[in-house]
């Protein structure tokens, strides 16, 4: 299916965010995510399937100054 991730147009077979991520290499990472413009806390991501057309954000902390 065809979902947009960040911005970027991705074919993926992944069927859940929380395969998504794993997909992605981003699976043990700390993240935030969220799916269509909703925040998904790291113990809900598996129970959120994703669907043809959704619109996933995943963002890392970044330290710095």
Not at 10 to 17: D, H, P, Q
Not at 42 to 58: F, P, S, W
């Amino acid at each position: 299916m065809k979902i947009i991730v960040n911005g970027e147009a991705l074919e993926t077979g992944a069927l859940t965010l929380v395969a998504l991520l794993d997909a992605l290499g981003k699976g043990e990472a700390k993240v935030a995510t969220s799916l269509n413009e909703t925040f998904v806390s790291k113990h809900q991501r598996a129970e959120h399937t994703l669907q043809e057309g959704d619109r996933v954000e995943i963002v890392a902390p970044r330290q710095g100054g």
